[in-house]
């Protein structure tokens, strides 16, 4: 069969470059040891200004320590995937088209859209995963256990929200081939990520529906979290995944008609 073929060709080029780039990263060991306590560090001040705000308050905006905590937790889980595999990547794109280097995704076999987004993987920026999964840990264990049906809907969740961000990642790439310079696009994608360290509680009506389906930045950290703190409603499951199948098919709708305005930097 013709798809599985091809996606058979996709996982073994999937695991080819996650070996490389492993064998590249341990080619430069102080660098990759470097970049994880810099992350560690990192969520370490984001733990510290937590402390601080609940030394002063109960609870911020209805969530309490372990929480915020979680939250916080969920948000380094998820950028520190997404900057592991894919999003640096992605951002790299209008750099490959001013300098013809996307022409070679172009003529190979298979998603030009898969090369793009997969072609290597920093493990450098892994410490943003690890760290997270260690705070979700201790917060899990400062809170009521979550029931089962909670457990497999935040899993759930967690998938959909990672379709949900890489289909915001190529829209926004799509625009690479609109524009000749498009620069400011990993401070894009930065400035995206900035609300998934707070609860969207805290932010007025006006902002929360924006970002819950225009720019479904909700459905990326805050809805999971809901299903682990008792908080998600069953209509929020189907939403989030059709939110992430629409934006999907958003997409690849623009990168497609992206590709056909393409004229090669080289040419």
Same mark, same amino acid.
């Given at each position: 069969m013709p798809f599985l073929d091809s996606s058979k060709h996709l996982w073994r080029v999937w695991r080819a470059n996650a070996r490389a780039s492993m064998v590249r990263e341990m080619e430069f060991r102080s660098n990759f040891l470097l970049g994880l306590i810099r992350q560690f560090l990192w969520v370490g001040v984001f733990v510290f200004l937590i402390e601080v705000i609940f030394q002063n308050t109960e609870s911020l905006a209805g969530w309490s320590k372990p929480e915020v905590l979680l939250i916080l937790a969920l948000s380094r889980i998820i950028e520190g995937t997404i900057d592991t595999f894919f999003s640096r990547n992605i951002a790299h794109l209008p750099q490959d088209v001013q300098n013809g280097e996307f022409?070679?995704?172009? !003529?190979?076999?298979?998603?030009?859209?898969?090369? $793009?987004?997969?072609?290597?993987?920093?493990?450098?920026? #892994?410490?943003?995963? #690890?760290?997270?999964v260690i705070i979700l840990l201790y917060a899990l264990s400062q809170m009521p256990a979550p029931a089962p049906m909670s !457990? =497999?809907?935040?899993? &759930?969740? !967690?998938?959909?929200?990672? $379709?949900?961000?890489?289909?915001?990642? &190529?829209?926004?790439?799509?625009?690479?081939?609109?524009?000749?310079?498009?620069? $400011?696009?990993?401070? #894009?994608?930065?400035? #995206? =990520?900035?609300?998934? =360290?707070? /609860?969207?509680? &805290?932010? /007025?009506?006006? !902002?929360?529906i924006p970002l819950t389906y225009f720019i479904p930045i909700a459905f990326v950290v805050f809805v999971p979290a809901q299903a682990l703190t008792g908080r998600l409603e069953l209509w929020q499951i189907p939403a989030a995944i059709g939110i992430a199948a629409l934006f999907l098919l958003l997409a690849n709708l623009a990168w497609r008609a992206g590709l056909r305005r393409y004229s090669s930097a080289s040419s």
């Open positions: 022409d070679f995704n172009l !003529v190979r076999p298979g998603s030009a859209q898969f090369y $793009t987004a997969f072609r290597r993987f920093y493990f450098h920026n #892994i410490g943003h995963l #690890i760290s997270g !457990v =497999t809907a935040f899993l &759930i969740l !967690v998938a959909v929200s990672l $379709t949900t961000f890489y289909s915001l990642l &190529i829209l926004l790439a799509s625009l690479v081939f609109y524009f000749d310079r498009f620069e $400011t696009m990993w401070s #894009i994608i930065s400035l #995206i =990520t900035e609300p998934l =360290t707070v /609860p969207f509680d &805290i932010f /007025p009506r006006s !902002v929360r």
